[in-house]
């Protein structure tokens, strides 16, 4: 990254002056993020992969606006600053916003956290989705921000035709689970902003408090179904540690609290009692096997954010597929 141009860009646009230090932050394989430190301030730079891209992938600008949206909302999201199209900056459309301090646990056991803490951090986790969910997005102007209604049915076939556009092979868990999930859709019964990946990876805590500082990576957010969110959430409760996941630990030992009692704190934080089915937790296994099959293909192509991306997608597509059929019994 080309330092002196981000270095005018922060002076003319923001007012920031001052060297600039660039350095990756490492873990993603979606948008190349990036610390810059600028004399005094510290922010986060994300921008779009460099190479072809899907179509409706990497929209850094849906991020920036449902981000700019929630400010003030008691969801806690970093401040953001400013986003560009200016592609003689940094090669790709990008943003900025302020870097916040806190934890970010890649898998769900909360590695060296105390058993008590860990459950809080759970609830906390459970509580700040549903707060999320309880946003007038009307009002934070954010009416055309997605489709109301149907959700699930547009989301299936939309899915479906991201996993054609990317088929680089055949994995016949997804092609036996595809017209499971289009013909088993239960009805809508609300809309919500909904995050679209919120996961434990995506969750900063605060550095000495196990509450959630930050939510982070909105790519994928529209309006939507939050019980899309709560199977998503839930999959860590049937993947191994190997993944991220905590099937196979001792779940009581470590002070992490059952499915039920999670998504008893989530309908608690709510105010209203949404019932999880075993459709919303295959339907996020599904997606997330569609947006691995992606990020394989990405590798293939040679455009993928992270160079270990290929190690981190290799079979996980037919592994998450898998385990939505599981969940099914299909």
């Known amino acids: 990254m080309d330092c002196k141009s981000v270095e005018r860009f922060l002076a003319a646009e923001l007012g920031i002056d001052g060297p600039v230090?660039?350095?990756?932050?490492?873990?993603?394989?979606?948008?190349?993020?990036?610390?810059?430190?600028?004399?005094?301030?510290?922010?986060?730079?994300r921008q779009q992969p460099f190479g072809e891209l899907l179509p409706s992938a990497h929209a850094l600008d849906r991020e920036f606006r449902v981000l700019s949206a929630l400010q003030g909302s008691g969801v806690p999201v970093p401040r953001v600053l400013r986003y560009s199209e200016d592609r003689s900056v940094v090669g790709t459309p990008f943003y900025l916003m302020d870097r916040i301090d806190g934890r970010v646990f890649h898998a769900a056991k909360l590695e060296g956290v105390r058993s008590q803490e860990r459950r809080e951090m759970y609830r906390s986790a459970a509580q700040t989705l549903a707060k999320l969910h309880r946003v007038d997005w009307e009002a934070a102007g954010l009416s055309d921000y997605g489709k109301h209604g149907d959700y699930f049915v547009r989301q299936v076939r939309r899915w479906s035709r991201q996993w054609e556009a990317s088929r680089a092979r055949?994995?016949?868990?997804?092609?036996?689970?595809?017209?499971?999930?289009?013909?088993?859709?239960?009805?809508?019964?609300?809309?919500?902003?909904?995050?679209?990946?919120?996961?434990?990876?995506n969750l900063m805590f605060a550095p000495s408090a196990p509450?959630?500082?930050?939510?982070?990576?909105?790519?994928?957010?529209?309006?939507?179904?939050?019980?899309?969110?709560?199977?998503?959430?839930?999959?860590?409760?049937?993947?191994?540690?190997?993944?991220?996941?905590?099937?196979?630990?001792?779940?009581?030992?470590?002070?992490?609290?059952?499915?039920?009692?999670?998504?008893?704190?989530y309908n608690q934080a709510a105010g209203r009692e949404r019932k999880l089915l075993p459709f919303h937790v295959a339907f996020a296994f599904f997606r997330f096997a569609v947006i691995f099959a992606g990020i394989e293909d990405r590798v293939r192509r040679g455009n993928a954010a992270d160079p270990e991306a290929a190690a981190h997608s290799a079979n996980r597509a037919d592994e998450f597929a898998g385990l939505a059929c599981a969940v099914l019994g299909i």
């Not at 899309?228 to 409760?237: E, F, R, T, V």
């Open 21 to 45: 230090r660039v350095e990756p932050v490492r873990g993603g394989q979606s948008n190349p993020t990036w610390y810059v430190t600028a004399g005094e301030r510290r922010l986060v730079l």
């Open 170 to 201: 055949d994995i016949p868990e997804l092609e036996r689970l595809i017209p499971w999930l289009d013909q088993h859709v239960p009805p809508q019964e609300e809309t919500t902003i909904c995050h679209g990946d919120y996961r434990f990876g």
């Open 211 to 265: 509450e959630v500082c930050a939510v982070l990576d909105w790519e994928l957010s529209t309006l939507g179904d939050p019980l899309a969110d709560l199977g998503y959430l839930c999959m860590l409760y049937r993947v191994g540690s190997s993944n991220g996941g905590i099937a196979d630990l001792d779940r009581e030992g470590l002070g992490i609290p059952s499915e039920d009692e999670l998504v008893a704190d």
